[in-house]
């Protein structure tokens, strides 16, 4: 069906920035919003940010004014800035795709995940 992939993180110390990337395969004929959660150890699944096909944008108000999504359509794309790095931002980020296609109803696809340790 689809694929998510994301890619980018890692180990950063606090006040540091890294910059996550997410990408979108497969069966679909249009991406419709495409977001970023993320997930520390007994926490629960956090909205970082969400940005629609159109672009408007919401995030988390824990991350306002430090991060930044953005997306390519043509790529089926979404980036996330982080800046300003706190050991709190420590999570397993996450990327959705909410996919459209001709072979099954609208429905989020996710990717793995990808690590981010904030640490000095």
């Known amino acids: 069906q689809v694929q998510v992939v994301e890619s980018g993180g890692g180990l950063v110390q606090p006040g540091g920035s890294l910059r996550l990337s997410c990408v979108a395969s497969g069966d679909f004929y249009a991406i419709n919003d495409m977001a970023w959660y993320r997930q520390a150890p007994g926490n629960q699944r956090e909205l970082v940010a969400v940005v629609t096909s159109g672009g408007a944008t919401t995030y988390g108000d824990s991350v306002k004014g430090r991060f930044t999504i953005s997306r390519d359509n043509a790529r089926n794309t979404v980036l996330l800035q982080m800046n300003s790095l706190k050991p709190e931002d420590t999570a397993v980020y996450l990327c959705?795709?909410?996919?459209?296609?001709?072979?099954?109803?609208?429905?989020?696809?996710w990717g793995q995940g990808t690590q981010v340790t904030v640490s000095s």
């Open positions: 959705y795709a909410e996919a459209y296609s001709y072979n099954y109803s609208p429905r989020k696809f």
